[in-house]
C-alpha cells in the first residue's frame, strides 16, 4: 500500500518515523544515563533539570551509545574557556537573552527564556559581534570589570 502512495507522501512518511525513532533513541539515552546514575555513587547533585526532548533539534544530536565499563570521566572546563564564556555571558546578560548557566555533562548550559540550552548552540547564533551589532552593547567588556 505504501507504494501506492505519491513520492512526496512517501517522504513525509519516512520522516515522521525517523523523527519517531530518533526521539524514543533520546528516551532510551536518558533512561540509561538515570539508571547509570542510580547505580554508582552519586558524586554531585545538580538541581538543573535536563532539558525536553522536544526543546532538542534532534536533526543535529550525535546518538552514538557508548557501552563501557570504567566509569566515565567528566570533561573540566579549560581556563581559557571558562573567559570566553564569562565575556560571552556577561555580555548575553547585558542584553537579557540569558539569566542563568550551569556547568554539566562536560559543557556550558544557560538558561534563556526558561529553557536550558547549551552554550555553543546560543553562542554561535549570538556571538559577541552580532550582541554588538543587535543590542549596542560594548565589545569591550574586560575593561568595563573595574575591580
Known amino acids: 500500500m505504501k507504494l501506492s502512495l505519491p513520492p512526496g507522501l512517501q517522504n513525509k512518511i519516512g520522516k515522521a518515523k525517523q523523527q519517531q525513532r530518533r526521539q524514543q533513541e533520546v528516551v532510551q539515552l536518558r533512561q540509561q544515563r538515570k539508571k547509570q546514575r542510580r547505580q554508582s555513587p552519586v558524586e554531585s547533585v545538580s538541581l538543573v533539570p535536563e532539558p525536553s526532548p522536544q526543546n532538542l533539534n534532534l536533526e543535529q544530536l550525535p546518538l552514538k551509545l557508548l557501552e563501557t565499563q570504567e566509569p566515565t570521566q567528566e570533561r573540566i572546563v579549560r581556563q581559557s574557556e571558562q573567559q570566553e564564556f564569562d565575556t560571552w555571558y556577561r555580555a548575553a546578560q547585558r542584553c537579557r537573552l540569558v539569566t542563568d548557566y550551569s556547568w554539566r555533562e562536560g559543557e556550558y548550559w544557560v538558561l534563556t527564556e526558561e529553557q536550558w540550552q547549551p552554550y555553543a548552540e546560543i553562542a554561535a547564533v549570538f556571538t559577541l559581534k552580532s550582541m554588538n551589532r543587535?543590542?549596542?552593547?560594548?565589545?569591550d567588556i574586560e575593561s568595563e570589570r573595574g575591580d
Open 134 to 139: 543587535m543590542f549596542g552593547i560594548s565589545m
